[in-house]
Protein backbone atom coordinates (compact mmCIF):
# COMPACT_ATOMS: atom_id res chain seq x y z
CA UNK A 1 0.00 0.00 0.00
CA UNK A 2 1.71 3.41 -0.83
CA UNK A 3 2.21 5.47 1.72
CA UNK A 4 0.97 8.77 1.45
CA UNK A 5 2.93 12.24 1.47
CA UNK A 6 5.86 9.93 1.85
CA UNK A 7 7.83 10.70 -1.06
CA UNK A 8 8.82 14.17 -0.48
CA UNK A 9 10.15 13.05 3.04
CA UNK A 10 12.19 10.29 1.95
CA UNK A 11 13.23 11.94 -1.53
CA UNK A 12 15.17 14.70 0.76
CA UNK A 13 16.22 12.09 3.05
CA UNK A 14 19.99 12.32 1.22
CA UNK A 15 22.85 13.51 3.77
CA UNK A 16 24.90 14.07 0.48
CA UNK A 17 22.08 16.49 -0.92
CA UNK A 18 23.62 19.65 0.55
CA UNK A 19 27.22 19.46 0.14
CA UNK A 20 28.95 22.44 -1.31
CA UNK A 21 31.93 23.10 -3.12
CA UNK A 22 34.24 26.09 -4.21
CA UNK A 23 33.75 27.25 -7.91
CA UNK A 24 35.98 28.70 -10.56
CA UNK A 25 34.06 31.99 -9.84
CA UNK A 26 34.68 32.52 -6.37
CA UNK A 27 31.39 31.50 -5.21
CA UNK A 28 30.58 28.63 -2.93
CA UNK A 29 27.42 27.10 -3.74
CA UNK A 30 24.90 23.73 -3.59
CA UNK A 31 26.19 20.77 -5.77
CA UNK A 32 23.20 19.71 -8.10
CA UNK A 33 24.22 15.95 -8.70
CA UNK A 34 22.92 14.96 -11.81
CA UNK A 35 25.19 11.45 -12.09
CA UNK A 36 22.72 8.72 -10.48
CA UNK A 37 23.22 6.49 -13.13
CA UNK A 38 26.59 5.91 -12.26
CA UNK A 39 25.95 5.73 -8.61
CA UNK A 40 23.01 6.90 -6.61
CA UNK A 41 23.12 8.75 -3.22
CA UNK A 42 22.97 7.17 -0.17
CA UNK A 43 19.31 7.30 1.42
CA UNK A 44 19.48 8.33 4.78
CA UNK A 45 17.23 6.48 6.80
CA UNK A 46 18.70 3.12 5.47
CA UNK A 47 22.20 3.92 6.14
CA UNK A 48 20.66 4.66 9.81
CA UNK A 49 19.84 0.78 9.74
CA UNK A 50 23.13 0.00 8.96
CA UNK A 51 24.70 2.24 11.09
CA UNK A 52 22.54 0.64 14.02
CA UNK A 53 23.10 -3.18 13.08
CA UNK A 54 26.68 -2.22 13.52
CA UNK A 55 26.29 -1.83 17.04
CA UNK A 56 25.13 -5.62 16.73
CA UNK A 57 28.09 -6.68 14.12
CA UNK A 58 29.13 -10.56 13.58
CA UNK A 59 29.75 -12.71 10.58
CA UNK A 60 26.52 -14.61 9.63
CA UNK A 61 27.95 -17.85 9.57
CA UNK A 62 28.38 -17.83 13.55
CA UNK A 63 25.00 -19.31 14.74
CA UNK A 64 24.27 -19.02 18.61
CA UNK A 65 25.30 -15.85 19.90
CA UNK A 66 22.91 -13.19 20.36
CA UNK A 67 24.75 -10.99 17.23
CA UNK A 68 25.16 -13.58 15.23
CA UNK A 69 21.36 -14.97 15.35
CA UNK A 70 20.10 -10.54 14.58
CA UNK A 71 22.65 -10.25 12.11
CA UNK A 72 21.68 -13.69 9.95
CA UNK A 73 18.28 -12.50 10.74
CA UNK A 74 18.86 -9.09 8.87
CA UNK A 75 20.42 -10.60 6.00
CA UNK A 76 17.68 -12.68 5.46
CA UNK A 77 15.41 -9.88 5.71
CA UNK A 78 17.62 -8.20 3.21
CA UNK A 79 17.14 -11.13 0.69
CA UNK A 80 13.45 -10.97 1.28
CA UNK A 81 13.33 -7.68 0.59
CA UNK A 82 14.93 -7.79 -3.19
CA UNK A 83 12.34 -10.87 -3.97
CA UNK A 84 9.68 -8.92 -2.75
CA UNK A 85 11.03 -5.68 -4.85
CA UNK A 86 10.94 -7.53 -8.09
CA UNK A 87 7.52 -10.04 -6.99
CA UNK A 88 9.59 -12.60 -7.27
CA UNK A 89 7.94 -16.00 -5.87
CA UNK A 90 10.48 -16.96 -3.07
CA UNK A 91 9.85 -20.94 -3.49
CA UNK A 92 10.67 -20.60 -7.24
CA UNK A 93 13.47 -18.06 -7.16
CA UNK A 94 16.49 -16.99 -5.00
CA UNK A 95 18.20 -14.11 -4.77
CA UNK A 96 21.86 -13.55 -3.97
CA UNK A 97 24.20 -11.27 -3.77
CA UNK A 98 27.60 -10.95 -5.32
CA UNK A 99 30.39 -8.53 -5.64
CA UNK A 100 30.26 -4.44 -5.52
CA UNK A 101 27.89 -4.20 -8.43
CA UNK A 102 26.22 -6.31 -10.87
CA UNK A 103 29.31 -7.25 -12.98
CA UNK A 104 30.07 -9.71 -10.70
CA UNK A 105 26.38 -11.48 -10.53
CA UNK A 106 26.22 -10.92 -14.27
CA UNK A 107 30.16 -12.69 -15.09
CA UNK A 108 28.40 -15.40 -12.21
CA UNK A 109 25.28 -16.14 -14.62
CA UNK A 110 27.22 -16.34 -17.83
CA UNK A 111 29.59 -18.90 -16.65
CA UNK A 112 26.78 -20.52 -14.70
CA UNK A 113 23.80 -20.53 -18.07
CA UNK A 114 27.04 -21.11 -20.41
CA UNK A 115 27.77 -24.46 -18.54
CA UNK A 116 24.65 -25.94 -18.52
CA UNK A 117 23.89 -25.97 -22.40
CA UNK A 118 27.34 -25.73 -24.08
CA UNK A 119 25.64 -26.90 -27.50
CA UNK A 120 24.53 -23.82 -27.34
CA UNK A 121 27.36 -21.42 -27.51
CA UNK A 122 25.33 -17.93 -28.65
CA UNK A 123 24.01 -14.85 -27.07
CA UNK A 124 22.28 -12.16 -28.24
CA UNK A 125 22.93 -9.21 -26.41
CA UNK A 126 20.96 -5.70 -27.48
CA UNK A 127 23.14 -2.89 -29.10
CA UNK A 128 23.04 -0.51 -25.66
CA UNK A 129 24.35 -2.55 -23.43
CA UNK A 130 26.93 -1.91 -20.67
CA UNK A 131 29.99 -3.49 -21.22
CA UNK A 132 28.85 -5.29 -18.24
CA UNK A 133 26.47 -7.22 -19.71
CA UNK A 134 28.23 -7.69 -23.17
CA UNK A 135 31.40 -8.84 -22.45
CA UNK A 136 31.09 -11.59 -19.38
CA UNK A 137 28.86 -12.90 -22.10
CA UNK A 138 31.40 -12.76 -24.87
CA UNK A 139 34.35 -14.46 -22.46
CA UNK A 140 32.12 -17.10 -21.02
CA UNK A 141 29.39 -17.89 -23.33
CA UNK A 142 30.73 -18.16 -26.90
CA UNK A 143 29.26 -15.83 -29.69
CA UNK A 144 27.52 -12.59 -28.72
CA UNK A 145 25.31 -11.43 -31.58
CA UNK A 146 24.02 -8.09 -31.18
CA UNK A 147 20.27 -7.28 -31.44
CA UNK A 148 19.76 -3.71 -33.37
CA UNK A 149 17.55 -1.38 -32.23
CA UNK A 150 14.70 0.48 -33.97
CA UNK A 151 14.77 3.26 -36.07
CA UNK A 152 18.05 5.45 -37.50
CA UNK A 153 20.85 7.07 -35.44
CA UNK A 154 20.92 9.62 -33.59
CA UNK A 155 17.15 8.81 -32.76
CA UNK A 156 17.61 5.09 -32.22
CA UNK A 157 14.99 3.41 -29.95
CA UNK A 158 14.82 -0.17 -27.50
CA UNK A 159 15.23 -3.42 -29.46
CA UNK A 160 13.75 -4.10 -32.52
CA UNK A 161 11.73 -7.48 -31.66
CA UNK A 162 11.50 -8.14 -35.93
CA UNK A 163 15.09 -8.17 -36.12
CA UNK A 164 15.40 -10.02 -33.10
CA UNK A 165 13.12 -12.75 -34.09
CA UNK A 166 14.48 -12.85 -37.32
CA UNK A 167 17.94 -13.66 -35.22
CA UNK A 168 16.66 -16.40 -33.12
CA UNK A 169 15.15 -17.92 -36.20
CA UNK A 170 18.18 -17.88 -38.05
CA UNK A 171 20.24 -19.32 -35.28
CA UNK A 172 17.67 -21.75 -34.22
CA UNK A 173 18.46 -23.87 -31.62
CA UNK A 174 22.15 -22.60 -30.74
CA UNK A 175 20.64 -19.57 -28.39
CA UNK A 176 21.48 -20.01 -25.16
CA UNK A 177 20.46 -17.16 -23.28
CA UNK A 178 19.48 -13.42 -24.40
CA UNK A 179 21.59 -10.66 -22.33
CA UNK A 180 19.26 -7.31 -21.85
CA UNK A 181 18.90 -3.93 -20.23
CA UNK A 182 15.50 -2.69 -18.84
CA UNK A 183 16.31 0.39 -19.43
CA UNK A 184 19.66 1.81 -21.08
CA UNK A 185 22.59 3.56 -18.65
CA UNK A 186 23.05 6.08 -21.63
CA UNK A 187 19.65 7.26 -23.02
CA UNK A 188 17.53 5.39 -20.49
CA UNK A 189 15.09 4.12 -23.19
CA UNK A 190 13.25 1.15 -21.72
CA UNK A 191 13.41 -2.03 -23.70
CA UNK A 192 9.95 -4.04 -23.26
CA UNK A 193 11.76 -7.10 -21.51
CA UNK A 194 8.37 -9.32 -20.68
CA UNK A 195 7.70 -9.10 -24.60
CA UNK A 196 11.14 -10.06 -25.26
CA UNK A 197 11.53 -13.06 -22.86
CA UNK A 198 7.87 -14.57 -24.53
CA UNK A 199 10.11 -14.13 -27.63
CA UNK A 200 13.08 -15.43 -26.07
CA UNK A 201 11.24 -18.49 -24.46
CA UNK A 202 9.15 -19.41 -27.94
CA UNK A 203 13.05 -20.22 -29.11
CA UNK A 204 13.78 -22.60 -25.89
CA UNK A 205 16.25 -19.02 -24.99
CA UNK A 206 16.56 -17.77 -21.41
CA UNK A 207 16.50 -14.00 -21.19
CA UNK A 208 19.13 -12.53 -18.52
CA UNK A 209 17.96 -8.98 -17.61
CA UNK A 210 20.30 -6.27 -16.62
CA UNK A 211 17.94 -3.87 -14.50
CA UNK A 212 20.81 -1.98 -12.69
CA UNK A 213 19.67 1.26 -14.66
CA UNK A 214 15.67 0.54 -14.21
CA UNK A 215 15.24 -0.71 -10.77
CA UNK A 216 15.31 3.06 -9.04
CA UNK A 217 12.97 4.59 -11.36
CA UNK A 218 10.44 2.15 -12.50
CA UNK A 219 8.41 -0.65 -10.74
CA UNK A 220 9.45 -4.16 -12.46
CA UNK A 221 7.96 -7.62 -11.88
CA UNK A 222 9.93 -10.79 -12.60
CA UNK A 223 6.50 -12.48 -13.94
CA UNK A 224 4.63 -9.56 -15.27
CA UNK A 225 1.23 -10.64 -15.67
CA UNK A 226 2.00 -14.02 -14.49
CA UNK A 227 2.12 -15.54 -18.04
CA UNK A 228 4.92 -18.38 -17.40
CA UNK A 229 6.09 -17.51 -20.41
CA UNK A 230 6.66 -13.76 -20.28
CA UNK A 231 8.57 -14.27 -17.01
CA UNK A 232 12.17 -13.10 -16.65
CA UNK A 233 14.68 -15.91 -15.86
CA UNK A 234 17.40 -14.06 -13.99
CA UNK A 235 17.92 -10.58 -13.17
CA UNK A 236 20.73 -8.46 -12.12
CA UNK A 237 21.45 -5.15 -10.72
CA UNK A 238 23.78 -2.47 -8.38
CA UNK A 239 22.90 -1.41 -5.12
CA UNK A 240 24.82 1.49 -5.78
CA UNK A 241 22.25 2.77 -8.97
CA UNK A 242 19.30 2.34 -5.75
CA UNK A 243 20.65 4.68 -2.98
CA UNK A 244 22.43 2.20 -1.12
CA UNK A 245 26.19 2.76 -2.25
CA UNK A 246 28.65 -0.26 -0.69
CA UNK A 247 26.17 -2.54 -0.70
CA UNK A 248 26.85 -5.69 -3.50
CA UNK A 249 25.78 -6.49 -6.45
CA UNK A 250 22.59 -8.60 -6.63
CA UNK A 251 21.30 -11.45 -8.76
CA UNK A 252 17.53 -13.12 -8.71
CA UNK A 253 17.48 -16.25 -10.02
CA UNK A 254 14.85 -18.86 -11.18
CA UNK A 255 16.55 -21.56 -8.68
CA UNK A 256 15.77 -24.22 -11.46
CA UNK A 257 18.42 -22.60 -13.15
CA UNK A 258 20.83 -23.19 -10.40
CA UNK A 259 20.03 -26.21 -9.02
CA UNK A 260 21.52 -28.96 -11.46
CA UNK A 261 25.45 -27.67 -11.36
CA UNK A 262 27.79 -26.90 -8.64
CA UNK A 263 27.49 -23.04 -8.00
CA UNK A 264 30.46 -21.28 -9.74
CA UNK A 265 32.23 -19.92 -6.61
CA UNK A 266 32.87 -22.27 -3.64
CA UNK A 267 34.30 -21.71 0.23
CA UNK A 268 33.19 -21.67 3.36
CA UNK A 269 29.07 -20.93 4.34
CA UNK A 270 27.96 -22.93 0.97
CA UNK A 271 28.39 -26.90 1.97
CA UNK A 272 27.27 -29.32 4.35
CA UNK A 273 30.08 -30.94 4.69
CA UNK A 274 34.05 -30.83 4.00
CA UNK A 275 36.34 -34.13 4.24
CA UNK A 276 39.78 -33.99 3.20
CA UNK A 277 38.64 -35.24 -0.24
CA UNK A 278 35.48 -34.26 -1.14
CA UNK A 279 32.57 -31.67 -0.26
CA UNK A 280 29.06 -31.54 -0.48
CA UNK A 281 27.32 -28.45 -1.76
CA UNK A 282 24.31 -27.16 0.74
CA UNK A 283 21.05 -27.37 -1.41
CA UNK A 284 19.86 -24.53 0.78
CA UNK A 285 19.26 -21.12 -1.47
CA UNK A 286 20.70 -18.70 -1.16
CA UNK A 287 23.46 -19.94 1.02
CA UNK A 288 25.03 -22.10 -1.77
CA UNK A 289 25.46 -19.08 -4.20
CA UNK A 290 27.17 -17.26 -1.42
CA UNK A 291 30.68 -18.55 -0.66
CA UNK A 292 32.17 -16.55 1.60
CA UNK A 293 31.67 -13.83 4.39
CA UNK A 294 29.09 -11.55 2.44
CA UNK A 295 28.78 -8.10 2.78
CA UNK A 296 26.26 -7.79 5.33
CA UNK A 297 26.00 -3.99 6.25
CA UNK A 298 25.71 -3.33 2.80
CA UNK A 299 23.04 -5.74 1.44
CA UNK A 300 20.62 -4.60 4.88
CA UNK A 301 21.32 -0.97 3.68
CA UNK A 302 20.09 -2.23 0.35
CA UNK A 303 17.45 -4.15 1.64
CA UNK A 304 16.38 -0.81 3.87
CA UNK A 305 15.82 1.37 0.62
CA UNK A 306 13.98 -1.55 -1.21
CA UNK A 307 11.67 -1.39 1.36
CA UNK A 308 11.33 2.11 1.82
CA UNK A 309 10.72 2.33 -2.32
CA UNK A 310 8.14 -0.23 -1.54
CA UNK A 311 6.01 2.27 1.16
CA UNK A 312 6.88 5.12 -1.23
CA UNK A 313 5.06 3.24 -4.14
CA UNK A 314 7.27 2.67 -7.86
CA UNK A 315 4.38 3.67 -9.84
CA UNK A 316 4.47 7.36 -7.50
CA UNK A 317 8.38 7.66 -7.86
CA UNK A 318 7.88 6.42 -11.67
CA UNK A 319 5.56 9.31 -12.31
CA UNK A 320 7.35 11.99 -10.39
CA UNK A 321 10.48 11.03 -12.33
CA UNK A 322 8.38 11.35 -15.77
CA UNK A 323 7.47 14.68 -15.09
CA UNK A 324 11.40 15.97 -14.26
CA UNK A 325 12.25 14.35 -17.06
CA UNK A 326 10.13 15.87 -19.35
CA UNK A 327 10.99 19.09 -17.96
CA UNK A 328 14.67 18.21 -18.91
CA UNK A 329 13.92 17.11 -22.46
CA UNK A 330 11.91 20.20 -22.92
CA UNK A 331 14.43 22.78 -20.99
CA UNK A 332 17.68 20.95 -23.81
CA UNK A 333 15.16 21.43 -26.62
CA UNK A 334 15.71 25.31 -25.80
CA UNK A 335 19.16 25.17 -25.50
CA UNK A 336 20.71 26.02 -29.01
CA UNK A 337 22.83 23.79 -30.63
CA UNK A 338 21.73 20.36 -28.30
CA UNK A 339 21.82 16.84 -30.22
CA UNK A 340 19.91 14.14 -27.47
CA UNK A 341 20.64 11.19 -28.51
CA UNK A 342 18.10 8.04 -29.09
CA UNK A 343 14.51 8.98 -29.61
CA UNK A 344 13.66 11.79 -27.39
CA UNK A 345 9.99 11.47 -27.86
CA UNK A 346 8.85 9.50 -24.73
CA UNK A 347 5.39 9.11 -25.60
CA UNK A 348 6.74 7.54 -28.82
CA UNK A 349 10.08 5.71 -27.15
CA UNK A 350 9.76 5.30 -23.17
CA UNK A 351 12.72 6.92 -21.16
CA UNK A 352 13.65 6.67 -17.87
CA UNK A 353 15.43 9.86 -16.35
CA UNK A 354 18.93 9.80 -18.31
CA UNK A 355 19.61 11.70 -21.39
CA UNK A 356 22.97 12.11 -23.22
CA UNK A 357 23.52 14.76 -25.21
CA UNK A 358 26.24 17.22 -27.11
CA UNK A 359 26.46 21.28 -27.54
CA UNK A 360 27.23 21.95 -31.27
CA UNK A 361 30.79 22.93 -31.67
CA UNK A 362 31.80 21.98 -27.66
CA UNK A 363 33.73 18.75 -26.97
CA UNK A 364 31.76 16.71 -24.21
CA UNK A 365 34.82 17.14 -21.59
CA UNK A 366 34.78 21.09 -21.82
CA UNK A 367 31.04 20.64 -21.45
CA UNK A 368 30.98 18.45 -18.51
CA UNK A 369 34.12 20.31 -17.18
CA UNK A 370 32.19 23.71 -16.75
CA UNK A 371 28.94 22.39 -15.48
CA UNK A 372 31.03 21.31 -12.71
CA UNK A 373 33.82 24.08 -12.28
CA UNK A 374 31.33 27.11 -12.86
CA UNK A 375 27.90 25.58 -12.04
CA UNK A 376 28.61 22.97 -9.86
CA UNK A 377 26.10 20.46 -11.74
CA UNK A 378 27.87 17.36 -11.61
CA UNK A 379 27.30 14.90 -14.81
CA UNK A 380 29.00 12.22 -16.47
CA UNK A 381 30.82 12.47 -20.07
CA UNK A 382 32.41 9.79 -22.63
CA UNK A 383 31.29 6.52 -24.02
CA UNK A 384 29.80 5.47 -20.46
CA UNK A 385 30.73 1.31 -20.81
CA UNK A 386 28.91 1.12 -23.63
CA UNK A 387 30.57 1.75 -26.68
CA UNK A 388 29.33 -0.22 -29.45
CA UNK A 389 25.97 2.09 -28.97
CA UNK A 390 27.67 5.50 -28.64
CA UNK A 391 29.31 4.86 -31.79
CA UNK A 392 25.90 3.69 -33.12
CA UNK A 393 24.39 6.70 -31.81
CA UNK A 394 27.16 9.07 -33.16
CA UNK A 395 27.45 6.87 -36.30
CA UNK A 396 26.04 10.06 -38.85
CA UNK A 397 28.06 12.61 -36.99
CA UNK A 398 31.37 10.35 -37.36
CA UNK A 399 30.47 9.73 -41.07
CA UNK A 400 30.05 12.91 -41.86
CA UNK A 401 33.60 13.28 -40.55
CA UNK A 402 35.09 10.69 -42.55
CA UNK A 403 35.00 8.35 -39.85
CA UNK A 404 33.77 4.88 -39.95
CA UNK A 405 32.75 4.09 -36.08
CA UNK A 406 32.64 -0.18 -37.66
CA UNK A 407 36.34 -0.24 -38.58
CA UNK A 408 39.00 -1.55 -36.71
CA UNK A 409 41.18 1.24 -35.76
CA UNK A 410 38.03 3.49 -34.65
CA UNK A 411 39.23 3.34 -31.50
CA UNK A 412 42.54 5.14 -32.40
CA UNK A 413 40.64 7.91 -34.49
CA UNK A 414 37.70 8.53 -32.18
CA UNK A 415 39.55 8.93 -28.73
CA UNK A 416 40.33 12.15 -27.66
CA UNK A 417 36.69 13.54 -28.18
CA UNK A 418 34.42 10.56 -28.94
CA UNK A 419 31.59 10.74 -26.36
CA UNK A 420 28.74 12.38 -25.07
CA UNK A 421 27.50 14.67 -22.15
CA UNK A 422 25.15 12.63 -19.58
CA UNK A 423 22.32 13.58 -17.61
CA UNK A 424 21.02 11.98 -14.82
CA UNK A 425 18.19 11.52 -12.37
CA UNK A 426 17.37 10.42 -8.83
CA UNK A 427 14.28 10.56 -6.77
CA UNK A 428 15.89 13.26 -5.22
CA UNK A 429 16.55 15.49 -8.23
CA UNK A 430 14.64 18.94 -8.49
CA UNK A 431 13.58 21.00 -10.93
CA UNK A 432 16.74 23.81 -9.20
CA UNK A 433 18.89 21.02 -10.23
CA UNK A 434 17.36 21.03 -13.62
CA UNK A 435 17.65 24.27 -14.61
CA UNK A 436 20.62 24.68 -12.91
CA UNK A 437 22.17 22.71 -15.93
CA UNK A 438 20.15 24.37 -18.55
CA UNK A 439 21.75 27.25 -17.23
CA UNK A 440 25.13 26.40 -17.41
CA UNK A 441 24.72 25.04 -21.02
CA UNK A 442 23.15 28.08 -22.22
CA UNK A 443 25.91 30.41 -20.57
CA UNK A 444 28.61 28.12 -22.18
CA UNK A 445 26.61 28.60 -25.83
CA UNK A 446 26.55 32.31 -25.41
CA UNK A 447 30.27 32.93 -24.34
CA UNK A 448 31.83 29.66 -25.76
CA UNK A 449 35.40 31.49 -26.58
CA UNK A 450 35.04 32.79 -23.03
CA UNK A 451 35.37 29.12 -21.56
CA UNK A 452 37.59 27.46 -24.10
CA UNK A 453 40.03 30.05 -23.57
CA UNK A 454 40.36 28.98 -19.90
CA UNK A 455 40.65 25.30 -20.57
CA UNK A 456 43.78 23.03 -21.79
CA UNK A 457 42.47 19.52 -23.22
CA UNK A 458 44.29 16.27 -22.01
CA UNK A 459 44.55 13.42 -24.57
CA UNK A 460 42.19 11.35 -23.28
CA UNK A 461 39.48 14.34 -23.96
CA UNK A 462 39.85 15.73 -20.70
CA UNK A 463 39.69 19.67 -19.60
CA UNK A 464 41.43 21.16 -16.82
CA UNK A 465 40.75 24.53 -16.37
CA UNK A 466 43.91 26.62 -16.65
CA UNK A 467 44.00 28.44 -13.16
CA UNK A 468 41.45 26.83 -10.93
CA UNK A 469 41.94 24.26 -9.15
CA UNK A 470 40.32 22.24 -6.45
CA UNK A 471 42.12 19.19 -5.49
CA UNK A 472 40.32 16.34 -4.12
CA UNK A 473 42.59 16.32 -1.06
CA UNK A 474 41.46 19.48 -0.21
CA UNK A 475 37.72 19.12 -1.06
CA UNK A 476 37.93 15.85 1.38
CA UNK A 477 41.05 14.29 2.76
CA UNK A 478 40.18 10.98 4.59
CA UNK A 479 43.14 11.31 7.09
CA UNK A 480 41.91 14.70 8.56
CA UNK A 481 38.37 13.00 8.46
CA UNK A 482 39.86 10.46 10.75
CA UNK A 483 41.85 12.76 12.66
CA UNK A 484 38.52 14.73 13.45
CA UNK A 485 36.95 11.35 14.41
CA UNK A 486 40.17 10.62 17.13
CA UNK A 487 39.19 13.66 18.51
CA UNK A 488 36.55 12.03 20.07
CA UNK A 489 38.84 9.77 21.86
CA UNK A 490 41.05 10.86 25.01
CA UNK A 491 44.22 8.29 24.89
CA UNK A 492 43.11 7.41 20.74
CA UNK A 493 46.23 4.86 21.02
CA UNK A 494 46.19 3.57 23.90
CA UNK A 495 46.65 -0.56 24.03
CA UNK A 496 44.08 -2.14 26.49
C1 LIG B 1 23.15 -0.80 -17.39
C2 LIG B 1 24.34 -1.11 -16.53
N1 LIG B 1 24.72 -2.37 -16.39
C3 LIG B 1 25.77 -2.70 -15.64
C4 LIG B 1 26.51 -1.75 -14.99
C5 LIG B 1 27.69 -2.18 -14.19
O1 LIG B 1 27.41 -2.02 -12.86
P1 LIG B 1 28.53 -2.16 -11.74
O2 LIG B 1 29.62 -1.22 -12.11
O3 LIG B 1 27.79 -1.77 -10.52
O4 LIG B 1 28.98 -3.56 -11.70
C6 LIG B 1 26.17 -0.43 -15.11
C7 LIG B 1 26.98 0.62 -14.45
O5 LIG B 1 27.04 1.73 -14.87
C8 LIG B 1 25.04 -0.09 -15.91
O6 LIG B 1 24.67 1.18 -16.06
Redesign the pocket.
Known sequence: MPHQNSSVAVATDFPALTTRYPLADGRIIRRHYLDS??STLTMGCAKQVADELLRHYANTHSELHFSARIVSHAYAWAHQQVLKFVHADPVQHTAFFA??????P?NRLARSLAAQRPERNIVLASLM??H??DLPHRKHAGTVVQIPLIGPAPALGAVNLMALERLLEQHQGRVNYLAI?AA??VTGIINPVHTIAALAHRHGAWIVV?A??YLAHAPLSISDTGAPERELDALAF?G??LYAPGSP?VAVVRRTLLASQEPDEVGGGMVDDVSRTGYQVTARFPDREEAGTPNILGAVQLGAVLNVLQRVGMAQIHAAEQVRLRQLLAGLATVPGVRIYGDSDPDRTPRLGTVAFNLDGLEQGLVAAVLNDYFNVAVRNGC??AHPYVRELLKPELWAMEIDPDAVDAALQLKAWQGMVRASLGLYSTAEDVAALLTGLRDLQSRPDFYRAHYAADTAGNCHHRTFTAPAELLFDPEAALDRALERLSAPFAVL
Do not use: I, M, V, W
Open positions: AAGTGCTALEHANSSNDSQSHKGFC
